[in-house]
């Protein structure tokens, strides 16, 4: 979600590395699969703060912090 200045968007949690441009690698797949994208938590809606939206990357769904780390959710190991 870039291009907002709210402080609970500024910060590490709201930043995900894609390989790719946008329209190559896996950028050019999120980019052109919105929705699901959305329900995995690759992007977010303007309302939504990042570090209360899991994520599902090659581990599982975890939160990202304001540090740039990652904390399971229930159920996920750590």
Known sequence: ????????TVTAANG???CGSGITGCHGWVESNRT????????LRRHQVPTAEPVLLRRGLVLLDVDG???????QAA
């Open 1 to 8: 979600m870039g291009g907002d200045r709210r402080p609970e």
């Open 16 to 18: 995900l590395l894609l």
């Open 69 to 75: 780390n990652y904390i399971p959710t229930e159920g």
């Open 36 to 43: 699901e994208s959305y329900d995995l938590g690759l992007l």
